[in-house]
């Protein structure tokens, strides 16, 4: 299973975003490692399909990084990362700062389409949770928990989902308590 996380680096002029889709620890990010060191993945289902093209993966084996080391986007200010991104593309965002330091966020996607609500853009329709590694685990299970309730009261005409949409961004920020959640559009 993919763990994708995109990777926001901070640049003088904003950020630039980076895909990586098994996923990278924050630690492994730094002057030496700036995409997170060769990456692990298990390319062998990848390689059965392709060899038979006349493609060899093989070749390039000591060039892949855990992130891409091409932005799909560049100059990007935060608030606007947060207002576009597609909170239902990504697992969680790392915010790389010009020291290394890295923030860790869980992409929290407020979309009920696939619980019995309307399909919507899922760009900006969501929240970025500030998480330790630690904490991940727990914290991605209570937000499905508050997910799935908030579409039980929709689907019951309980509440309508702008109010579902507003309630979950709440629960986001207490959940974050004194640390900064970033709610999308």
Do not use: N, Q
């Not at 990010?29 to 060191?37: A, I, K, Y």
């Not at 093209?53 to 990007?76: M, N, S």
């Not at 709440?170 to 959940?175: K, L, T």
């Amino acid at each position: 299973m993919a763990d994708r996380t995109l990777v926001a680096y901070a640049r003088d002029d904003g950020y630039d975003l980076h895909y990586a889709h098994e996923g990278v620890h924050p630690d492994a990010l730094g002057p030496e490692t700036p995409f997170g060191g060769p990456t692990e993945r298990d390319l062998a289902r990848v390689r059965d399909r392709l060899e038979p093209l006349g493609v060899d993966i093989d070749d390039a084996a000591g060039a892949r990084t855990a992130v891409d080391p091409t932005p799909f986007a560049t100059d990007r200010s935060w608030s606007r990362v947060v207002a576009t991104l597609d909170y239902r593309a990504y697992d969680r965002v790392l915010r790389v700062a010009d020291s290394w330091t890295v923030d860790r966020f869980l992409v929290c996607f407020f979309g009920l389409g696939d619980r019995g609500g309307a399909d919507r853009d899922a760009r900006g329709d969501g929240a970025l949770l500030p998480v330790e590694t630690s904490e991940e685990p727990f914290a991605r299970g209570w937000f499905e928990g508050v997910k799935s309730t908030v579409a039980d009261s929709v689907r019951c005409s309980v509440r309508d989902e702008r109010d579902a949409r507003s309630y979950m961004a709440g629960r986001v920020r207490a959940f974050a308590g004194d640390r900064a959640a970033y709610v999308g559009a």
